[in-house]
């Protein structure tokens, strides 16, 4: 069993030694794990809004995308013509892992979901029609008293049929 390993580590140093071309020190940037990402759903009513989250990435919805893990709450940005932009935090949950489970990530909401309004447009100002005002006419005599007049004071509405009989 000595000699396997002895056998795969000279070949494992003789590969690197000749990819590396003459250089004397190993990189270690190989034994590093990337950065924990996230990924996370956007959607939003109505769909085809243009998603962006604070961290960069974005989409048009419904859709996902996978962002750097981050140490603090981000926003997701949503717009879409003829209506109201909406803007959602994002909470990061981070649960450390231990000696059977590695660690992880997530977040809250997930998927981050948004109700857009539609964008009310502006009243127009109705402007009245500008009319100018009619003259008052002179004030003439009046001939007779016009039949929608108030009868006289304790008299009948009713015209008296012997007025001119008498």
């Not at 009046?142 to 008296?160: H, V």
């Amino acid at each position: 069993m000595r000699r396997v390993i002895a056998i795969a580590l000279a070949g494992v140093s003789l590969v690197g030694a000749t990819s590396l071309g003459g250089c004397s020190s190993m990189s270690w940037n190989m034994f590093k794990s990337a950065p924990p990402t996230v990924q996370v759903r956007l959607e939003s009513n109505p769909p085809s809004a243009d998603a962006n989250t604070s961290l960069g990435p974005g989409c048009k919805t419904p859709c996902s995308v996978s962002v750097p893990a981050p140490d603090a709450p981000f926003t997701v940005n949503y717009a879409l013509n003829k209506y109201q932009p909406a803007s959602v935090p994002v909470n990061v949950i981070k649960t450390p892992g231990d000696f059977t489970t590695p660690a992880s990530v997530t977040t809250d909401p997930n998927p981050v979901f948004a109700e857009l309004q539609p964008a009310v447009p502006p009243k127009p100002v109705k402007k009245k029609p500008h009319r100018p005002k009619k003259p008052k006419p002179a004030a003439a005599a009046p001939a007779e008293a016009p039949a929608d007049a108030a009868p006289p004071a304790g008299g009948s509405p009713f015209p008296d049929p012997n007025a001119g009989k008498r």
